[in-house]
């Protein structure tokens, strides 16, 4: 698509202006999306009310994702400290190369958060998207990924100017705290006195800014529902986002009161690391506490509980794929929850545990356009029949989840003519049928009898991750065999070369093309000899399966394509008895490659991509050069004065005097 075109989906997801109050101020816009993310389902005052996401009223996206923006109140006064120290021409905490690097970072600060403004700064960011690729990235957003890397830098730095300011040398005790208050400010220099008083009229500002946005209470409660809040939870919302002020309030006042301390020497010498705990202990409560709606808590020992059609399907799960029947009455309770736990608690997270393979992508948002044609070539949609069965055939989709009573009905109408579903059975002949029910009360350890009060579980309003499947021979749901999938490994004696992809597809797509006697190959191989006496095709087994290397051992009676009913992909490469070998591009999308007779090792294995590896590691280089370049021509520090960082502040005041002296004799002149 064009970059105009694609001007609306690239930027959904933009930061609105607003919104970067969220930087300072964690929940002032909410903070999870409205997807209830806890297993008790209850209303949350925390959701996300703002305008990530947003296209509009009935786009059907709106605020899918909520964002955490936060960086805390401490590291953004002591970052903003470092900049406008940086900033001194004379007098400045940091030397000339650390102020540049301020500078720069200071700078990426700047940028990131005007392209994570996207739409909604749209004269600018125009100007990113018009470059090449630009228009490629979707989510402006994550621009503010990188603005925490550079506030990161920044606080770093300021942290080291308040250490070698304030911290690093004793500063002699006068007294109490006033005491000590009223000597430095006697001898504070103008940028110290200037960075009090704006501390103290930010929080005067800030205080005023939380009484008016109290009192407007009653107008959020009315604008929540506009943006798909309800009702019955816009007065709890917008509590919370008003209590919001009231932490970054209390917040703001301790990093001010901690800073001031420091400046005036409470914190200096032996006691810095006293200050440093302190420091450390603010971070920790503050980024804590905004953290905390993040976290999810799950009881693993629940989650993972033993489930005996999942141990069914993960009996040599690279043997076979997984999938799921739709037809089904949608009244059916048992139906419902079986698709429910299909897609989330199985597909998401006990396949992926068991290693069981699914048919079904878990995310897809953006499908390989190899996988696009070829679901298109061959009509793979349930309300295709013939596209439908030809996927299950050709991805290896043996077993599916579905009705017991569901077997006519796919036998008659998706494969009236070989009828080769069935339930599927155990090794002694029971049918593997099912019904769900609620996972059974399970030992917990001490940790997770607590996690499991924190979830707030409630038999009353279950999650489908609370369900597990009871063996009964008569039950409702069943695992149905499709018998007619292709083996994960076969071998196959006639190939056709089919270099015309259209060609390949619409031959594919014909239910009368056998794919189990013949294999279209894209790549121009030998024809296979002509038919002779049958001694079989052979044998062929998968010894090891791992995602990036597979090996099989083959006993081939007559040449023929060993085809894997998995994907195709240029990085694979094949080795056949240890030698390289030509890997054919087979069925569109699968791969294979051609042995003759004898008994052959057979390795697939995915190599790397080397040159991004060569990117990535002479980036390293250079910057490791770098930071030897930076290390070897370090500028020598000026000489310490024995009176430690009071002598200095009175210096820097002096230098400041001794400036400014010369304006006043030209105002008296």
Same mark, same amino acid.
């Given at each position: 698509a064009t970059r105009q075109a694609r001007w609306e989906q690239a930027t959904t997801w933009s930061l609105p202006k607003s919104e970067v109050l969220q930087i300072m101020v964690p929940g002032v816009f909410g903070y999870r999306n409205n997807w209830h993310m806890y297993d008790d389902d209850q209303p949350q005052d925390d959701q996300y009310w703002g305008l990530i996401g947003d296209n509009g009223p009935g786009s059907g996206l709106r605020r899918l994702s909520g964002t955490g923006l936060y960086a805390g109140v401490f590291v953004v006064m002591v970052s903003l400290w470092g900049i406008l120290q940086s900033l001194r021409k004379d007098g400045s905490r940091f030397s000339p190369i650390q102020r540049r690097a301020v500078w720069f970072w200071a700078g990426v600060l700047v940028v990131t958060t005007l392209l994570s403004f996207g739409k909604y700064l749209p004269f600018f960011y125009r100007l990113f998207y018009a470059l090449p690729y630009a228009s490629t990235i979707r989510n402006p957003t994550k621009f503010m990924h990188v603005f925490s890397w550079a506030l990161m830098i920044v606080f770093a730095y300021g942290m080291h100017g308040l250490f070698v300011a304030y911290m690093e040398n004793p500063v002699k005790r006068v007294g109490g705290f006033l005491a000590q208050f009223k000597a430095w400010l006697a001898s504070a220099i103008t940028f110290e006195k200037v960075w009090l008083a704006g501390s103290v009229f930010t929080i005067g500002i800030s205080a005023v800014v939380w009484v008016i946005y109290s009192g407007k209470m009653d107008d959020l409660v009315k604008y929540l529902p506009t943006v798909d809040i309800p009702p019955d939870e816009a007065a709890g919302i917008a509590r919370f986002s008003i209590n919001s002020v009231g932490w970054f309030i209390l917040f703001l006042l301790l990093t001010v009161g901690l800073l001031l301390f420091i400046f005036i020497g409470r914190f200096s010498g032996p006691r810095a690391k006293w200050g440093g705990a302190l420091i450390a202990l603010l971070l920790l409560v503050d980024l804590g506490r905004a953290d905390k709606p993040w976290i999810m808590y799950w009881d693993t020992a629940f989650k993972y509980s033993d489930d005996p059609i999942i141990t069914f399907l993960a009996d040599k799960p690279h043997e076979h794929r997984v999938g799921a029947l739709v037809w089904a009455d949608p009244k059916d309770q048992q139906f419902s929850m079986l698709y429910s736990l299909y897609g989330t608690a199985w597909k998401q997270a006990l396949f992926w545990y068991h290693n069981i393979q699914c048919v079904d992508i878990?995310?897809?948002?953006?499908?390989?356009?190899?996988? +696009?044609?070829?679901?298109?070539?061959?009509?793979? /949609?349930?309300?295709?029949?013939?596209?439908?069965?030809?996927?299950?055939?050709?991805?290896? @989709? =043996?077993?599916?989840?579905?009705?017991?009573?569901?077997?006519? +009905?796919?036998?008659?109408?998706?494969?009236?003519?070989?009828?080769? +579903?069935?339930?599927?059975?155990?090794?002694?002949? =029971?049918?593997?049928?099912?019904?769900?029910?609620?996972?059974?009360?399970?030992?917990?350890?001490?940790?997770?009898?607590?996690?499991?009060?924190?979830?707030? =579980?409630?038999?009353?309003?279950?999650?489908?991750?609370?369900? !597990?499947?009871?063996?009964? @021979?008569?039950?409702?749901?069943?695992?149905?065999?499709? !018998?007619?999938?292709?083996?994960?490994?076969?071998?196959?004696?006639?190939?056709?070369?089919? @270099?015309? /992809?259209?060609?390949?597809?619409? !031959?594919?797509? /014909?239910?009368?093309?056998?794919?189990?006697?013949?294999?279209?190959?894209?790549?121009?191989?030998?024809?296979?000899?002509?038919?002779?006496?049958?001694?079989?095709?052979?044998?062929?087994?998968? @010894?090891?399966?791992?995602?990036? =290397?597979?090996?099989?051992?083959?006993?081939?009676? !007559?040449?023929s394509v060993l085809l894997m009913a998995d994907r195709y992909n240029p990085r694979w490469e094949v080795l056949v008895d240890g030698k390289p070998d030509h890997l054919l591009r087979c069925n569109f999308v699968e791969r294979g490659v051609l042995l003759e007779p004898g008994k052959h090792e057979v390795v697939f294995r995915m190599t790397g991509d080397y040159k991004t590896f060569a990117i990535s590691a002479g980036a390293e280089v250079l910057g490791l050069l770098l930071c030897g370049f930076l290390v070897m021509t370090k500028e020598p520090e000026p000489a310490k004065s024995d009176n430690g960082s009071r002598s200095t502040a009175a210096t820097n005041e002096k230098t400041e005097a001794a400036a400014e002296s010369p304006k006043r004799k030209s105002k008296k002149t």
């Amino acid at each position: 698509a064009t970059r105009q075109a694609r001007w609306e989906q690239a930027t959904t997801w933009s930061l609105p202006k607003s919104e970067v109050l969220q930087i300072m101020v964690p929940g002032v816009f909410g903070y999870r999306n409205n997807w209830h993310m806890y297993d008790d389902d209850q209303p949350q005052d925390d959701q996300y009310w703002g305008l990530i996401g947003d296209n509009g009223p009935g786009s059907g996206l709106r605020r899918l994702s909520g964002t955490g923006l936060y960086a805390g109140v401490f590291v953004v006064m002591v970052s903003l400290w470092g900049i406008l120290q940086s900033l001194r021409k004379d007098g400045s905490r940091f030397s000339p190369i650390q102020r540049r690097a301020v500078w720069f970072w200071a700078g990426v600060l700047v940028v990131t958060t005007l392209l994570s403004f996207g739409k909604y700064l749209p004269f600018f960011y125009r100007l990113f998207y018009a470059l090449p690729y630009a228009s490629t990235i979707r989510n402006p957003t994550k621009f503010m990924h990188v603005f925490s890397w550079a506030l990161m830098i920044v606080f770093a730095y300021g942290m080291h100017g308040l250490f070698v300011a304030y911290m690093e040398n004793p500063v002699k005790r006068v007294g109490g705290f006033l005491a000590q208050f009223k000597a430095w400010l006697a001898s504070a220099i103008t940028f110290e006195k200037v960075w009090l008083a704006g501390s103290v009229f930010t929080i005067g500002i800030s205080a005023v800014v939380w009484v008016i946005y109290s009192g407007k209470m009653d107008d959020l409660v009315k604008y929540l529902p506009t943006v798909d809040i309800p009702p019955d939870e816009a007065a709890g919302i917008a509590r919370f986002s008003i209590n919001s002020v009231g932490w970054f309030i209390l917040f703001l006042l301790l990093t001010v009161g901690l800073l001031l301390f420091i400046f005036i020497g409470r914190f200096s010498g032996p006691r810095a690391k006293w200050g440093g705990a302190l420091i450390a202990l603010l971070l920790l409560v503050d980024l804590g506490r905004a953290d905390k709606p993040w976290i999810m808590y799950w009881d693993t020992a629940f989650k993972y509980s033993d489930d005996p059609i999942i141990t069914f399907l993960a009996d040599k799960p690279h043997e076979h794929r997984v999938g799921a029947l739709v037809w089904a009455d949608p009244k059916d309770q048992q139906f419902s929850m079986l698709y429910s736990l299909y897609g989330t608690a199985w597909k998401q997270a006990l396949f992926w545990y068991h290693n069981i393979q699914c048919v079904d992508i878990v995310q897809e948002p953006r499908v390989g356009q190899d996988k +696009f044609e070829f679901m298109q070539g061959i009509g793979a /949609d349930p309300r295709n029949p013939p596209g439908l069965l030809r996927e299950w055939e050709l991805t290896g @989709t =043996r077993y599916l989840l579905g009705e017991t009573g569901v077997v006519p +009905f796919l036998n008659q109408k998706l494969d009236p003519q070989k009828q080769r +579903f069935k339930l599927a059975q155990f090794p002694d002949g =029971r049918p593997v049928a099912f019904d769900l029910t609620l996972k059974p009360e399970i030992s917990y350890t001490p940790g997770g009898k607590f996690i499991n009060a924190l979830l707030k =579980r409630e038999v009353s309003n279950p999650s489908s991750a609370d369900f !597990t499947t009871v063996l009964n @021979t008569n039950g409702r749901l069943a695992v149905v065999e499709f !018998t007619g999938a292709l083996p994960r490994a076969s071998l196959i004696p006639n190939w056709r070369v089919s @270099t015309n /992809d259209a060609e390949t597809l619409q !031959t594919l797509a /014909d239910p009368n093309f056998d794919v189990h006697q013949t294999v279209l190959v894209a790549d121009s191989i030998t024809p296979p000899p002509p038919p002779g006496p049958n001694p079989g095709t052979g044998t062929v087994a998968i @010894t090891d399966y791992e995602p990036k =290397r597979i090996v099989l051992s083959a006993d081939v009676n !007559t040449p023929s394509v060993l085809l894997m009913a998995d994907r195709y992909n240029p990085r694979w490469e094949v080795l056949v008895d240890g030698k390289p070998d030509h890997l054919l591009r087979c069925n569109f999308v699968e791969r294979g490659v051609l042995l003759e007779p004898g008994k052959h090792e057979v390795v697939f294995r995915m190599t790397g991509d080397y040159k991004t590896f060569a990117i990535s590691a002479g980036a390293e280089v250079l910057g490791l050069l770098l930071c030897g370049f930076l290390v070897m021509t370090k500028e020598p520090e000026p000489a310490k004065s024995d009176n430690g960082s009071r002598s200095t502040a009175a210096t820097n005041e002096k230098t400041e005097a001794a400036a400014e002296s010369p304006k006043r004799k030209s105002k008296k002149t």
